[in-house]
Nanobody, 114 residues
């Protein structure tokens, strides 16, 4: 059974940083595309970033220059480094793995206070 386990969320002041982790299996981390999504309070889930199996990255405009996604193959983990956080970054963050199938993690809460 494929599992994606997010961690690293918390409460931080505006301008602060957090690093989210998405722990999974060796197969997933090496061969699947890994996305990060977030769901702000009262809003729909929205795409944040993509990390392809070949290492290519893309980001939504609102986080470009502040967020970085990366992979640690030895730890079977994908990260989302979030710097210069803003209150509008508040939400539940999810990682999603997709190739032949799609898998979602359970989410981790990020709260940015002004």
């Amino acid at each position: 059974q494929v599992q994606l386990v997010e961690s690293g969320g918390g409460v931080v002041q505006a301008g602060g940083s957090l690093r989210l982790s998405c722990a999974t299996s060796e197969t997933i981390v090496n061969t699947y595309t890994i996305d990060w999504y977030r769901q702000p309070p009262g809003n729909q889930r929205e795409w944040v970033s993509t990390l392809t199996s070949r290492g290519g990255t893309t980001y939504t405009d609102s986080v470009k220059g502040r967020f970085t996604t990366s992979r640690d193959n030895a730890k079977n983990t994908v990260y989302l480094q979030m710097n210069n956080l803003k209150p509008e970054d508040t939400g539940t963050y999810y990682c999603r793995a997709w190739a032949s199938r799609i898998y979602w993690g359970q989410g981790t809460q990020v709260t940015v206070s002004s």
